[in-house]
């Protein structure tokens, strides 16, 4: 049984009168470890998985699990207990607080696990260690989503989920960011799921699934993992 | 406008009604306030001049000491001012409803004017009818139907049995207080009305005035009541001639009088002299005849008396005669025995010669039976011896015979002796019959005369008690004659001392006293008026404050709309938009939410405010039919103040953001950057708060339009409540202060005028003889005017007999609570007639008496008061500013007896015959404690508005707060926050900001409570702050009640979040 299975997974929005399927019976597989990328065009539904996965959002039929936890079972305060004890979250636009430092964001997810990690050793694994008391606005775009990875990984997570991390960020920052989530996955045997519309980047990805109208149409397994810094687009 | 914008305007509102209700709200609530507060006043003026024109309220009032005549109603016809006059009658009596209830009424005549409004059943047309007011009814227990008996001491009134036929109001008195009376515990308690020929009176007690063309202005309104001093003045010009013509036919019919009493009395004692001395004569001619027919008796009785005692001497002599009779009957006896006796010894004797005799006989017998036997057998014997024997034969014989005879004889002898003697005794029982015959002769006489006597008596009996009953009756008549003439002359004594009375009473008559008033000297009215006047000063103050957190919150309101909104502006300024269009769109939004809220407000609040606070003042005052007037003025005013402050806040906004240029505004405005707040750079504090707490403070100081907003909306929730019950605790306290601090008297006794000193002494000894009073200070009682600065204002005097004693009775404090000494260098006046003439200690005042007097007097000191207004002195210096000193009254303090015990003693003093009125300090107490029924009321209104004032800034607030940070906080709900965890993250800083603005609101509060009482102080009070513990715990307590409310709603709202919506690409 894989890491983390989803199953046939449905999932409806009603848009007044109109139905729209976002995911259609969709099925993929992640292995622990694993650093996933997925893309597909927009709307093609791969953030809907995101966030189902994330549990940020229900399915509407099918079946989600992670790591043996049936998520699409899980309500309520359990589904945020889930959100908190294995997931990271690293968002496009960074999320971070404004009126807290860099370390101080990432204290605002260490202090709600049990078993997080120590801020400052995160920072330093980031590479910014020396920044660690300034407040975002006083950081660089990659700096900030650095500090955003920092925020997610702190929390020690079965799950890191990236939804296009480097979408703000130009080229050579971004390439900075995928290698710190490559490594973080190498390293920590992290299981990370980037989302990007970039089909430029899938080479660093040990699995690849492509999403097209709500559906994963491939999930392809890439033996030949190149390393982001070999990369290019 | 474009269409566009129009349709693009419209569209936004419909989007954000949320923000468009709230908007609407804030104007609603300051436009209403603002116009329903201003509203009511006039509303209220607009009500008591319809009740006063309807039931066609006098405007200027007559009343004399003395007084007043058909002479002086037609001299006051003829003033130019004069619409309408009539002269009435009232009459203070005592109504007998049970054993112990002797309620004082206060009785009036039904006229055309001051007419009563009709509650229930008819108005009483016949002289035995009456009308009541509903407090009787629910007091007494009585009905319609019912007949109460009413008890006037100067028969006033014709026929004091009166059915009630009607329940009516009276326009004459709108408040509770019914006035002062000289009856009873000295306050009239109920007022009744009559037909007016039930009154018996020779002169009326009021003359009303209608002034002409008083009735087109608002009553109270400066044009009424200039109008109506005009016609004061111009009726001032009677004054003189109505108390002239009085005193003089007054003095005229008493000295009539007098002279008639006089003619009278000694017409009497003439008639009824002569009756008196013809039936002493009568009497006395009856005394005569008993004399008389006593003596006669006794006469008869005299001779009746001699007859019975010369038979009586007549028996007493028969029965001596008869003792005499038997005494020698006895010795007769006697006799008679010893007769007998040897009468019967020579009987015996005789006896015993008649044995010898016989005895001889026998012998002789013997013998010659021998010799005869001898003889016969003569044998033997010889001759001789026979012849012996013959002879001795014969002598024999012949002595027997002799002795025969002898016999015989002797036998004849006991025969006459016992003749004798048998003589003897029947001589004997003839006299002792002749005695027993006498006897019963005597017997039957004695009977005879006892039965006469028997008679007699009787008769002289009968006659004897004839006489004394007839000498009763008379002595009785003699009684009844003694009495008739005592009373008589007590009678006459009466009557003679009336004359004197009479006679001094007409020297006292004093000159007549005209009272000119009007409407404003009816307490209830003038109370209304500066109700009135109270409501009008809160209407200024109250709706700021709404106006005020209007502003501010519509600024935050649209500040953010704006702000959410600045791509859009970006694009229309980039397409070419002038400012004044882009900004349309939000003013009229603005303007839409603004006039909508207000309209509805106005039409919400023209109604509903006047009505709350008339239905709060209705408890005090019975006036019926309130105007609400839709107050086109203040609803506009009100309403262009909201448009100016709303949509200058909202231009405000607008413009801010649109001086940046269209490229900057289609970038995402940069969320507010992070700062270290000043406390970080204190490690001791920082160190030591929670991550969340350092957060929080952060957030405060990074928001500071917010954070200042919140502490100003819980600042203003706070203050309203505060201030509601401190408002009504100083309100509250004023009775304490004043009655429990200043005054520690319980009853001020008005002696009657023109009392001598020693009555007024004896006076005075005789009240405060009571075991229930403590002591009582004589003092003098007046009331002047003070003029200083230009203003005038009245104030009463009281200046104490002994000035040590007054100490005991009244407590002067200064202003720095020193205590005062009066001296003799100048007057004491109380503290806020000071603040109101402005005049400090050391300025001259002017003090002008009752007889407009003036004089000069230097302000020595100046002492604490509350209620009403009041000057003190020395009476050396009373003397020396107005001359002649006189008690008039007494401050009585009693001990600390129950309410029952003192309405007892009011009413002893009350019987006290120089005791002209007696007012009980608790009955001020409890009319002032009414008001704080009143108060009551208020605090809810209070508590209502602040409510809502909270929950629109609240609600507001944290809209924009989540709204705000909508992306912050989707951010740590992904990263797994719990809600609560969520929760506490937004409101800690509320729930701090809610902290520190209750701490401010009870400053806050404080500063409305003084800043209210000062405007809305009613002239005669002084309010004084009362901080109480528990206003400040309950105000925070029911300002974080509203708080937690709001956040109960926040809570639901940010459970609400949705993650995904939020954390999509900024727009």
Known sequence: MAYIEFKDVVKKYKMGEMEINALNNTSFEIEKGELVVIVGASGAGKTTALNILGGMDSATSGKVLVAGKEITKLRGKELIKYRRDDIGFVFQFYNLVQNLTAIENVELATQICDDSLEPYDVMNKVGLKDRVNNFPSQLSGGEQQRVAIARAIAKNPKLLLCDEPTGALDYNTGKQILKLLQDTSRKENMTVVIITHNQAITPMADKIIQFKNGKAIEVRKNDNVIPIEEIEW | ?1067
């Not at chain 2, 007091?139 to 139907?145: D, E, F, L, S, V």
């Not at chain 2, 006036?623 to 009100?638: R, S, T």
């Not at chain 2, 992306?967 to 809600?979: M, P, Q």
């Open chain 2, 1 to 1067: 406008m474009k269409k566009a914008l129009l349709k693009d305007s419209i569209k936004e509102i419909r989007n954000t009604y949320k923000r468009f209700l709230s908007i609407m709200l804030m104007a609603m609530l300051g436009v209403g306030f603002f116009a329903g507060i201003r509203a009511t006043s006039p509303d209220m003026n607009k009500t008591i001049d319809n009740y006063y024109d309807e039931n066609n309220l006098y405007d200027v009032e007559f009343i004399s000491t003395l007084g007043l005549t058909d002479d002086d109603l037609e001299l006051i016809r003829e003033n130019e001012y004069v619409d309408e006059v009539v002269g009435t009658y009232s009459k203070d009596v005592v109504a007998k409803v049970k054993e112990n209830e002797e309620p004082v009424i206060k009785l009036m005549a039904i006229e055309n004017i001051n007419q009563v409004v009709l509650v229930a059943g008819e108005l009483p047309k016949n002289s035995n009818e009456c009308a009541v007011e509903q407090s009787f009814i629910n007091a007494t227990g009585k009905a319609i139907g019912d007949n109460i008996t009413i008890e006037d001491k100067d028969n006033n009134v014709l026929n004091d049995t009166l059915k009630i036929t009607a329940i009516v109001n009276s326009p004459m008195y709108i408040s509770r207080d019914r006035g002062t009376s000289n009856l009873g515990a000295g306050k009239v308690n109920y007022y009744i009305y009559m037909d007016k020929s039930n009154f018996d009176m020779d002169v009326y007690t009021q003359i009303y005035i209608k002034v002409k063309d008083a009735d087109k202005y608002i009553t109270g309104s400066n044009d009424y009541i200039e109008l109506i001093h005009k016609a004061k003045d111009s009726l001032k010009q009677y004054e003189e001639e109505i108390n002239t013509r009085r005193y003089d036919s007054l003095r005229s019919d008493a000295t009539d009088e007098i002279e008639k009493a006089e003619l009278e009395l000694n017409n009497n004692r003439q008639d009824n002299g002569v009756k008196l001395d013809n039936a002493q004569t009568e009497i006395d001619n009856n005394k005569v005849k008993i004399e008389n027919a006593k003596i006669e008796l006794e006469n008869m009785k005299a001779s009746t008396y001699s007859t019975f005692a010369e038979y009586e001497n007549q028996l007493s002599d028969g029965k001596f005669q008869i003792e005499q009779a038997e005494i020698k009957l006895e010795q007769a006896k006697i006799d008679a025995d010893t007769n007998i006796k040897s009468l019967n010894v020579a009987i015996e004797s005789i006896r015993s010669n008649i044995e010898m005799v016989d005895a001889g006989l026998a012998v002789a017998n013997q013998k010659h039976d021998e010799i005869f036997y001898t003889l016969e057998n003569p044998g033997d014997l010889s001759q001789s011896d026979i012849e012996y024997l013959l002879g001795l034969k014969i002598e024999i014989e012949s002595e027997i015979e002799n002795l025969e005879k002898n016999k015989i004889e002797l036998n004849e002898k006991i025969y006459n002796l016992e003749q004798t003697i048998n003589q003897i005794n029947e001589n004997i029982i003839n006299a002792s019959n002749a005695i027993i015959d006498q006897k019963i002769v005597l017997t039957q006489k004695e009977v005879e005369l006892s039965q006469q006597k028997t008679n007699a008596y009787n008769l002289i009996a009968n006659a004897e008690d004839e006489i004394s009953s007839n000498e009763s009756s008379l002595n009785q008549a003699q009684e009844e004659l003694d009495q008739n003439r005592v009373e008589f002359e007590e009678k006459i004594k009466e009557a003679e001392g009336k004359i004197i009375d009479a006679k001094d009473k007409l020297n006292d008559i004093e000159a007549p006293k005209l009272y000119i008033l009007e409407r404003e000297d009816n307490s209830g009215y003038s109370g209304f008026i500066q109700d009135v006047q109270s409501v009008e000063n809160i209407g200024k103050v109250f709706p700021v404050v709404f106006f005020v957190i209007a502003t501010l919150i519509s600024l935050t309101s649209m500040t953010r709309m704006v702000e959410e909104q600045r791509q859009q502006i970006g694009t229309m300024k980039a397409l070419g938009y002038t400012k004044t269009q882009i900004s349309m769109k939000y003013v009229l939004y603005a303007s839409l939410a603004t006039i909508f809220g207000g309209i509805i407000g106005m039409i919400i609040c023209f109604y509903i405010l006047p009505k709350i606070i008339w239905m709060m003042y209705s408890m005090m005052y019975v006036i019926p039919n309130f105007v609400i007037e839709f107050n086109m003025k203040f609803g506009f005013i009100g309403l262009v103040v909201a448009i100016i402050c709303i949509v200058g806040a909202t231009i405000y906004a607008c413009l801010k953001e649109l001086i940046e240029n269209p490229a900057t505004l289609m970038r995402p405005k940069a969320p507010k950057i992070g700062k270290r707040v000043l406390l970080e750079k204190i490690p001791f504090i920082w160190k030591h708060l929670n991550f969340t707490s350092k957060v929080t403070v952060r957030n405060m100081f990074r928001y500071k339009k917010r954070f200042l907003m919140t502490i100003i909306g819980i600042f203003g929730c706070t203050s309203l409540i505060l201030f509601g019950f401190l408002l009504k605790d100083s309100v509250a306290s004023i009775v304490e202060r004043q009655y429990g601090k200043i005054f520690n008297y319980n009853f001020i006794v008005t002696l009657k005028s023109s009392l001598s000193h020693e009555e007024i002494d004896s006076a005075s000894r005789e009240i405060v003889n009571n075991d229930n009073i403590k002591e009582g200070v004589k003092v003098s009682l007046s009331s002047a005017s003070i003029l200083a600065n230009d203003n005038v204002e009245d104030v009463q005097i009281i200046v104490p007999e002994e000035l040590d004693q007054i100490y005991s009775v009244i407590n002067f404090i200064d202003t720095k609570n020193n205590d005062v000494k009066i001296q003799n260098s100048g007057v004491v006046i109380t503290d806020k007639v000071a603040s109101l003439l402005k005049v400090k200690i050391g300025d001259k005042i002017i003090i002008r008496d009752t007889s407009d007097k003036e004089v000069e007097a230097t302000v020595q000191n100046i002492v604490k008061n509350y209620v009403s207004h009041y000057m003190y002195m020395t009476k050396d210096t009373y003397e020396m500013l107005f001359g002649d000193y006189n008690v008039n009254g007494m401050l009585i303090n009693t001990y600390d007896i129950e309410d029952n015990l003192k309405d007892d003693l009011a009413r002893e003093i009350m019987n006290n015959s120089k005791v002209s009125s007696v007012s009980n300090i608790d009955s001020m107490k409890e009319t002032i404690d009414d008001m704080m029924g009143l108060m009551k009321y208020v605090v809810w209104v209070l508590i209502v508005s602040a409510g809502l004032l909270a929950f629109v800034v609240l609600y507001n607030l944290a809209t924009v707060n989540i709204s705000e940070r909508i992306r912050e906080l989707a951010t740590i709900k992904v990263l797994g926050f719990y809600d609560d965890e969520v929760y506490k993250y937004v409101s800690k800083e509320t729930s701090i900001l809610t902290v520190i603005g209750i701490m401010l609101g009870m400053i806050g509060g404080i500063i409305l409570n003084i800043f209210i009482l000062k405007t809305c102080e009613i002239n005669i009070l002084r309010f004084e702050q009362e901080l109480e513990p528990y206003a400040f715990i309950v105000s925070a307590l029911i300002t974080i009640g509203f708080t937690i409310i709001i956040n109960i709603a926040t809570y639901f709202t940010l459970k609400k979040i949705n993650m995904i919506e939020s954390l999509k690409s900024v727009e």
